[in-house]
Nanobody, 114 residues
Framework: QVRLVESGGGLVQPGSSLRLSCTLSGSFISIYAMAWYRQASGKQRELVASITTGGSTNYADAVKGRFTISRDNAKNTVYLQMNGLKPEDTAVYFC????????WGQGTQVTVPS
C-alpha cells in the first residue's frame, strides 16, 4: 500500500526554523517529482515547493529564499527546510507528487503565532 507520512511540524516563534519530512512507503520516491503543499485554515491547499527527479526545484513566491526542498532517495524521503518562519506560514503541510497521484497523508501542523 502506497502511503505518505509527514512529520516535523510544531509551534515555533517567528523567525525560527523547522525541517519537515515526508516518507513514502510502498513505492520508490526516486521515480516521482515531489512537492510540498500547505493548507491554512479556511483556505485552499496551495503548492509551496517542488523537486524533480533530477533535483531541480521551484518555490512559491511567498517562500522563495526562506524554504528549501530536498530529497534523499535512499531514505525514500523528501524534506522541507523552513527558515525565517512567519505567522502567515501557519498551515497544515502535506506532501504528494507534483501531479497529486497519491492519497493525501495526515499532514503536519506548523504554527507560527503573531
Amino acid at each position: 500500500q502506497v502511503r505518505l507520512v509527514e512529520s516535523g511540524g510544531g509551534l515555533v516563534q517567528p523567525g525560527s526554523s523547522l525541517r519537515l519530512s515526508c516518507t513514502l512507503s510502498g513505492s520508490f520516491i526516486s521515480i516521482y517529482a515531489m512537492a510540498w503543499y500547505r493548507q491554512a485554515s479556511g483556505k485552499q491547499r496551495e503548492l509551496v515547493a517542488s523537486i524533480t527527479t533530477g533535483g531541480s526545484t521551484n518555490y512559491a513566491d511567498a517562500v522563495k529564499g526562506r524554504f528549501t526542498i530536498s530529497r534523499d532517495n535512499a531514505k525514500n524521503t523528501v524534506y522541507l527546510q523552513m527558515n525565517g518562519l512567519k505567522p502567515e506560514d501557519t498551515a497544515v503541510y502535506f506532501c504528494n507528487t507534483v501531479d497529486i497521484r497519491m492519497y493525501w497523508g495526515q499532514g503536519t501542523q506548523v504554527t507560527v503565532p503573531s
